[in-house]
């Protein structure tokens, strides 16, 4: 390997999962995904907000989309400082907020559009708690850069059989979270005017 890194393995769940303030490996058959509307209907499955969800991306299939693409760029097993899937937690989140907005009365396309992309979007500050290695088929020791591509085709097209999570020695700034979503928020959205309702109508949600 190109890079040496101690992983706490004492620490990583069952599964895969991660406690708080841990590492953990994650076999690269836990990220595949049939679908990413499968994976999606999964995540949501049984949650309180199901019902709102569904409606919601009836209504505004871009969301349903965008969240679609969060799951493919993370993977439901990104875990949240609880330990939960973060994939998870970000979707109550938007849609919760949307839920909220819409009973004051904030139905309009442009707000329910930022409002949601920005509480979706909310969880970069979490992802960048971590740091994800792979060994690639020729021995060097790679991390995944945020958002950069898929977590799952990331891993295949080196040749990976596992990931390692491990925390970031140094917690980002807020000037490099900010980056983070702005990155985000370009791989979540393919129209401007969406992005530009989140600008405009819900800049800090």
């Known amino acids: 390997m190109s890079q040496v890194i101690n992983f706490d393995r004492s620490r990583a769940t069952p599964g895969g999962g991660m406690h708080k303030d841990s590492s953990g490996i994650w076999p690269l058959s836990g990220l595949a995904q049939t679908s990413p509307g499968a994976w999606l209907d999964a995540t949501i499955d049984g949650k309180a907000y199901a019902a709102v969800a569904l409606s919601l991306w009836t209504h505004h299939p871009q969301l349903r989309a965008a969240t679609e693409r969060l799951g493919v760029l993370l993977t ?13 937690c970000a979707i109550e989140n938007a849609v919760t907020k949307v839920d909220a907005a819409v009973r004051r009365g904030e139905s309009y396309e ?16 979490e992802v960048a708690r ?11 020791l790679l991390r995944w850069r945020y958002f950069s591509e898929p977590l799952h085709s990331w891993a295949l097209n080196h040749g990976m059989k596992e990931l390692e999570t491990v925390l970031v020695a140094e917690q980002p700034t807020v000037e490099e979270v900010a980056g983070l979503r702005i990155h ?5 959205t393919d129209d401007p005017v969406d992005a530009g309702y989140l600008e405009l109508l819900a800049p800090r949600g």
């Open 76 to 88: 439901p097993m990104w875990p949240s400082l609880a330990g939960d899937s973060l994939l998870a």
């Open 110 to 125: 442009g707000r329910v559009v930022a409002i949601y992309l920005y509480w979706l979007a909310n969880c970069v500050a």
């Open 130 to 140: 971590l740091a994800v290695y792979g060994e690639s088929r020729d021995g060097q």
């Open 184 to 188: 985000l928020i370009a791989r979540l």
